[in-house]
């Protein structure tokens, strides 16, 4: 049987009236969604995003990880 383990995201308080999120936010709702997918495949590697070279650009080999557009995980970056 194998365990689920479950992981914590912390929030500040004023995450959604920072300038950044804001922006996302007025960019379309799928900016915030790739953030908050990049921030949890970040949590198993203390924040980091783990770049294994397989594609030319930072942004593609993200998106491919995630499974969103390139475009936008640039936009997002």
Same mark, same amino acid.
């Given at each position: 049987? &194998? ?5 914590? $995201?912390?929030?500040?308080? #004023?995450?959604?009236? &920072? ?8 960019? @379309? =709702?799928?900016? %915030?969604?790739?953030? %908050? ?8 590697? #203390? @924040? $980091?995003?783990?770049?294994? @070279?397989? *594609?030319? *650009?930072?942004? /593609?080999?993200? =998106?491919? /990880?995630? /499974?969103? #557009?390139? #475009?936008? $995980?640039? $936009?997002?970056?």
């Amino acid at each position: 049987m &194998s365990e689920k383990r479950y992981y914590w $995201v912390k929030f500040k308080e #004023d995450f959604f009236t &920072s300038k950044r999120i804001k922006k996302l936010r007025n960019l @379309g =709702a799928d900016y %915030l969604i790739i953030y %908050l997918k990049m921030q949890l495949k970040a949590l198993k590697t #203390d @924040g $980091v995003l783990r770049i294994t @070279g397989l *594609e030319k *650009e930072i942004a /593609d080999e993200i =998106a491919l /990880d995630i /499974d969103e #557009d390139t #475009d936008k $995980v640039q $936009v997002t970056l």
